[in-house]
Each structure stands twice: as structure tokens, then as C-alpha cells.
């Protein structure tokens, strides 16, 4: 198994300007994802962080807002850019080693004023 | 992606009673798994299931997968008032390495 710690937990934040959120992983994991939750909503994938290089952004995500960072295989951030009350959110970031479990950190929520 | 569908949408029942919530998919699946969600927090991985696999326990739990109807129960046995959360299924298809995660059954377990 995985542990996952993600930080800050919580931020409340002003609109127009840009927070970025760190993901630790105990142990080495192959894939690094970034999802978004809506409250009372399923997960939607941001991007795929990807190690040593750009990140994969799924349809309705890009870079200039979300840029995202993998420095290594156990470390990955991902700022969301000048914020708006829109991107109020609980922001997850996973890890998964090829087909197996994916472990979740503990989210990060944030709301933009 | 194809989001699965997972229903009910949401499920509220007495302290000691059983949970059973469904998940449907369209494509061939690799593997299937189940998450929990307490309100806030992150999800936790429950149980994985193989395509090849049909039935798994763990615990109180029992999981189920038909592949022929492309659909996966998770039962909840002797529900406790701590077992309130949303439940979510994933599924892992062809080479994709990214899970399909459907839209999450919410369970309320009244003490």
C-alpha cells in the first residue's frame, strides 16, 4: 500500500490569485493523478503528473490554468492559477502503480472568495 | 472516458440492516474496484476485483461482478452507523492505466 499526504488541507483563498497544493507519496508509484470534486459530485480528472515531464490534461483542463509538476516519483503539485469562485473544490491527488489500487490523499479544499 | 453508472444515488437505512448498491459499465474491464468517502476527505480503497474473478469479501463486505451484464454489487452486511459515506466504483479498461471512477452511491446508515 500507499500512504498519500497532500497539503495545505484547507484554504480559503481571493480571487485572482493562485494556490499551489503539494502531494507526497511514501512509496515509489508509477502514475500520479490530479482530480477535482464538486461537493456531493463524482471525481473529475484533471491530468495525468507525469515524472520529468508535462503533465497529460484531460478535455476542459489546460496547463496555463493548472500547471502541475513531478519532480520525482514520489512528489507532485499542482497550482491552480488565478482562481475564481468556480474553482471552489475538493482537489485529490492519487497514486497507482500500473493496473493496481489507486490510494487517494486526503484532498485539499478550497474556497475562493 | 465512459462514466459508470452506479445507483442507487443514494441509499438510507436502519443500523443492522444490509447495503447492497449496483454499478454498471459499457466497456470490457481489467479490474474493478470500490471506494469509500466520509464527507470531505479522500477516498479509501475497499476492494479490488479482477475480471476474472467473481465474488470477494473482505470483512462485512462482499462484492460481486457479472461480467456478462457489465455490473458489480457491493453488500454491506450489519450496517453501522460509521459505514455512512459515498461509495464510488472505478474501473480499469484495455490499457488505459487511468480508472473510470462512476458517480457514487450515497449510503446514510441511521444508528
Known amino acids: 500500500s500507499a500512504v498519500i499526504s497532500q497539503k495545505p488541507s484547507r484554504d480559503i483563498c481571493q480571487r485572482g490569485t493562485s494556490l499551489t497544493i503539494q502531494c507526497q507519496v511514501d512509496s515509489q508509484v508509477t502514475m500520479m493523478f490530479w482530480y477535482r470534486q464538486q461537493p456531493g459530485q463524482s471525481l473529475t480528472l484533471i491530468a495525468t503528473?507525469?515524472?520529468?515531464?508535462?503533465?497529460?490534461?484531460e478535455s476542459g483542463f489546460v496547463i496555463d490554468k493548472f500547471p502541475i509538476s513531478r519532480p520525482n516519483l514520489t512528489f507532485s503539485t499542482l497550482t491552480v492559477s488565478n482562481m475564481s469562485p468556480e474553482d471552489s473544490s475538493i482537489y485529490l491527488c492519487s497514486g497507482s502503480r500500473a493496473e493496481e489500487t489507486q490510494y487517494f490523499g486526503p484532498g485539499t479544499r478550497l474556497l475562493v472568495l | 472516458s465512459q462514466q459508470g453508472e452506479e445507483d442507487p444515488q443514494a441509499l438510507s437505512i436502519q443500523e443492522g440492516e444490509n447495503a447492497t448498491m449496483n454499478c454498471s459499465y459499457k466497456t470490457s474491464i481489467n479490474n474493478l474496484q470500490w471506494y469509500r468517502q466520509n464527507s470531505g476527505r479522500g477516498l479509501v480503497h475497499l476492494i479490488l476485483i479482477r475480471s476474472n474473478e467473481r465474488e470477494k469479501h473482505s470483512g462485512r463486505l462482499r462484492v460481486t461482478l457479472d461480467t456478462s451484464k457489465k455490473s458489480s454489487s457491493l453488500l454491506i452486511t450489519a450496517s453501522r452507523a460509521a459505514d455512512t459515506a459515498s461509495y464510488f466504483c472505478?474501473?480499469?479498461?484495455?490499457?488505459?492505466?487511468?480508472?473510470?471512477f462512476g458517480r457514487g452511491t450515497s449510503l446514510i446508515v441511521h444508528p
Open positions: 503528473a507525469n515524472q520529468g515531464s508535462e503533465a497529460t490534461y
Open positions: 472505478a474501473h480499469l479498461s484495455g490499457g488505459s492505466y487511468i480508472p473510470t
